[in-house]
């Protein structure tokens, strides 16, 4: 059975940095664009990040762009999302998502996805 896998949230205070990471198993990697979608308590799902099957571009949405790097290393089967300069509006459960045929900025188009994990920004 394929499964999405992330880890590396955790609580930081405002200014700090994280790495995101998302652990593929079960598929062919290099055949999904990824992307990372966050979902903050009381808010809908936001797409933060995609990539494409290469990983050779990239999309970001205005609210974190210039301070969030997506990559993946296809022969680890891993998405990254590396995160700097952390706001507390950057709280939010992030999910990794995989798509065989969409890489775009919806993100509920995206038909896989992980459990999530936490990130919590304190001021």
């Known amino acids: 059975q394929g499964q999405l896998v992330e880890s590396g949230g955790g609580l930081v205070q405002a200014g700090g940095s994280l790495m995101l990471s998302c652990a593929a198993s079960?598929?062919?990697?290099?055949?999904?664009?990824m992307g990372w979608i966050r979902q903050a308590p009381g808010k809908e799902r936001e797409f933060v990040a995609g990539?494409?099957?290469?990983?050779?571009?990239?999309l970001y949405a205005d609210s974190v762009k210039g301070r969030c790097t997506i990559s993946r290393d296809n022969d680890k089967s891993t998405l990254y999302l590396q995160m700097n300069s952390l706001k507390p509006e950057d709280t939010a459960v992030y999910y990794c998502?995989?798509?065989?045929?969409?890489?775009?900025?919806?993100?509920?188009?995206?038909?896989?996805w992980g459990q999530g994990t936490q990130v919590t920004v304190s001021s």
């Open positions: 998502a995989a798509d065989r045929y969409y890489s775009g900025s919806d993100g509920n188009r995206y038909d896989y």
């Open positions: 079960g598929r062919s990697f290099s055949s999904y664009a």
């Open positions: 990539t494409i099957k290469s990983g050779s571009s990239t």
